[in-house]
């Protein structure tokens, strides 16, 4: 055994990565069998020296962050755009300084996708997200090991790639967490080696610090969390204390204002309608004693029970042993803004969805790797059995959903004789749309474009039919349709209303009062597989006026607004 382990020293080609990584994970769990019985120590002994012969944990990081970057890019090229995904893209073909629902860098990233590859498919519009979170795999190794050591980091990499939320659907996915998640962890960063370090190049740390900062607000509002735990670092922490009278430190804030100032001055040009819009999610709606539980649960289901419960252990372990504890204590400053905030919304009655406390997690991660390389280093079986439940988990999610993409769904009836719908069917993309619409002729009418009835499919409609005809969201929720798609730019054209489950006597209710006449069309049935997924009801509307009453849905941005269902980023 030491004769094979002696030839995989100093090895550089990934096969030879993939064969040491493969050999450590191997032993890992060989040596966790035989912990249990001391009757084989002999062979622990070898499993440990074979362990620690592997050239660790450089090869394995590799591994780990080439393995799951294969893997993500079949994910990604397995399933079709989500609704929010399919609503970025299509919204995304008009550049803005910003947009209604987040900040713009997803959107920017999409655009350049879009023209770099073309729409053409899932995963050439995924490319970006997907080489992103290969970089924040690599800023999770260097920020743990900027804190710890190597072990730890290579174990905090490994873990994060465990956690489905995180590594999988933020990972390449086109969302706004993406880039925030790395924007993020590079700001941690930079802000470690000030911290940590010895005075050397703060003010290049702290401008570096800012600007990541600033590029992570430029992703989604959730980076003033970040800006605000390092805040509460430096008022709670003696020892750093001292950074609020450096100028250095404001001049870093200062550049991550300058990277923000876009999305400020597309809010002040519109009415400061996004800040409006992510507010109302917070309003207090009464109280709710299950509200925590409920949110914490999806926290647990989102990150996978095995990771989420010791990342919580490990804030809790943080926040006992205080600023003494510089380390563990600023990333469970950075930590605890993201998870509380949603938590206590949740408390208050608030609607929250389980992904939005993900960059507080995000940051427990480091001292994940910390716990895991000592429990590993201390012989403790538990740790061993964590990490094979994490990986386990993980490749049974992932393997259900791939067979869910790639193969047929089975018609199951319920005993109210309706069928069980496919799981994933938000990513199955309206492909079939555009052929049936042209097969109607009506594409190439002059004076027509579509009308969706809610936001979310105004992006699918959108995306499927890649910018031939102009979409509008008639609705009171048409989030950033609202801004790009004014209807009362199409007074005095026809409409194609598209839409799911839409009953003629609520359409013509709903929209009789703005056309001069409308009349309900064949369906359009969009398939998966050549079987039957979605049916969509079709209706021709002609002459768009605008109804005698103020406001209206031709100026949907001054209606009251609503929580409107849907998927939501």
Known sequence: MTALVSQHRGLTSFRDCARVSCAFCITELWSTFFLANHSAEPLCAAARSLRASVKYPGNALLAVIAGTLVLRLIFAASLGLGSDESYTVATARQPQLSYFDHPPAAWWLAWAAGKLFGEHGALSLRL??????????WLMFALTRRLFDERAAFWATATLNCSPVLAWTSGSWIVPDGPLNAASLASTYCTAEVLLGKGKSARFWWIAAGACAGLALLSKLHGAFLLLGIGLFLLTSAKHRHWLASPCL??????????????LVWNQQHAWVSFAFQASRARYL??????????????????????????LLCLANALARGPGDDRRWLMACLAAGPIATFTVIALLGGRTLPHWAAPGYLMLFPLLGAEVAEGLANGRAHIRALLTACAALAATALAITLALAWLPWP??????????????????????????????GLLERPNIFIAATRWYEAGKIDYALRGRIPVACLCREPHGYGILARPEAFIDQNAVIIGRDLLPDRIAATYGPYFARIDMLPPITIRRAGTPAI???????????????????LDPLSLPQIEAAGPRS
């Open 411 to 440: 018609s199951f009836a319920l005993p109210n004789g309706s069928l069980v719908p496919y799981p994933l069917l938000e990513t199955v993309d309206w492909s079939g749309l555009e052929r049936e619409l042209a097969g109607r």
């Open 286 to 311: 009464g109280f709710n004693p299950l509200g925590p539980i409920v949110a914490l649960l999806g926290h647990a289901l989102y990150l996978l029970p095995c990771v989420w419960l010791p990342l």
């Open 250 to 263: 404001y001049g870093g804030a200062a550049i991550a204002g300058l990277v923000f100032l876009p999305v």
């Open 535 to 553: 049916e969509l009801s079709v209706f021709f509307a002609s002459g768009m006026h605008s109804a005698n009453k103020q406001p209206n849905l």
């Open 128 to 137: 970006p997200f997907i080489l992103l979170f290969a970089l924040s795999s």
